[in-house]
T-cell receptor
Framework: GQNIDQPTEMTATEGAIVQINCTYQ??????LFWYQQHAGEAPTFLSY??LDGLEEKGRFSSFLSRSKGYSYLLLKELQMKDSASYLC??????????WGAGTKLIIKP | GAVVSQHPSWVICKSGTSVKIECRSL??????MFWYRQFPKQSLMLMAT?????????EQGVEKDKFLINHASLTLSTLTVTSAHPEDSSFYIC???????????FGPGTRLTVT
């Protein structure tokens, strides 16, 4: 079956750095997405990786290793507004998005 | 970026009635639209995928006669929850993707409460 694993919850301190990991087992691979979702709101796109390596976008970076079925989202200089759920999703061989359950990130002052 | 709207943003209805939710792509043509449902503290669950002009493809376990999806144009898809029951109360989110696009753009969601 298809499976996306990410931690359920993480806590970090304002101003610090946090890494949210995602491992996947899917039938085929056509890219990995990270989305941010605040409570009661729809997800918003953060990043897309299809090749191995690091993609940097401001305070957020995303890394992919296809051979290991692994990705992480790195958030730097954490701000209180970064408190949200972070969803990892993989597009499979049929171009369907397979979603992880999300990681709830709690930022403490 | 591309904008997707949903209407209504929230709705309360009585058990047994039907509710229609609209999803519109405002500044691009959405060849594919997706409907998701999300229960509190759970991840997104894909309900169905629709391509403009053709019948929607429903995920396993989703009743197509209960959740009617129409994707009549490149900018509009509708989800009708027929004979709604309290267990249908959820956050319904649509997303849209243009032709040859990588990213799905999400609407703001519709919170449905069935009393």
């Amino acid at each position: 079956g298809q499976n996306i694993d990410q931690p359920t919850e993480m806590t970090a301190t304002e101003g610090a750095i946090v890494q949210i990991n995602c491992t996947y087992q899917t039938s085929g691979f056509n890219g990995l997405f990270w989305y941010q979702q605040h409570a009661g709101e729809a997800p918003t796109f953060l990043s897309y990786n299809v090749l191995d390596g690091l993609e940097e976008k401001g305070r957020f970076s995303s890394f992919l290793s296809r051979s290991k079925g692994y990705s992480y989202l790195l958030l730097k200089e954490l701000q209180m507004k970064d408190s949200a759920s972070y969803l990892c999703a993989v597009r499979d061989e049929n171009y369907q998005l397979i979603w992880g359950a999300g990681t709830k990130l709690i930022i403490k002052p | 970026g591309a904008v997707v709207s949903q209407h209504p943003s929230w709705v309360i209805c009585k058990s047994g009635t039907s509710v229609k939710i609209e999803c519109r792509s405002l500044d691009f043509q959405a060849t594919t639209m997706f409907w998701y449902r999300q229960f509190p503290k759970q991840s997104l669950m894909l309900m169905a995928t629709s391509n403009e002009g053709s019948k929607a493809t429903y995920e396993q376990g989703v009743e197509k006669d209960k959740f009617l999806i129409n994707h009549a144009s490149l900018t509009l898809s509708t989800l009708t929850v027929t004979s709604a029951h309290p267990e249908d109360s959820s956050f319904y989110i649509c997303s849209a993707r243009g032709d040859r696009e990588v990213e799905q753009y999400f609407g703001p969601g519709t919170r449905l409460t069935v009393t």
